[in-house]
């Protein structure tokens, strides 16, 4: 069994900045940054429903972060 990967809330509001300003096709994004394009998805859903407020739980410092 794989140990799932854990990234911080500042990995995640980056790659949903990129995915929102980056000429990139998503799946090429989601690729180059080691995660599902479903994944940016979602972390994009959560970001604009609680703002400031979403990832809590992500931790600050992790070492299968990016």
Request: glycine share 4%; proline share 3%; aromatic share 8%.
């Amino acid at each position: 069994m794989t140990k799932r990967k854990n990234f911080t809330a500042e990995f995640k509001r980056e790659a949903v900045r990129l995915l929102e300003s980056s000429k990139k096709q998503p799946s090429d994004l989601a690729r180059e940054l080691g995660v599902r394009r479903n994944q940016l998805y979602k972390w994009k859903e959560q970001l604009s429903r609680r703002g400031e407020q979403a990832f809590p739980g992500a931790r600050a410092h992790d070492s299968q972060s990016r």
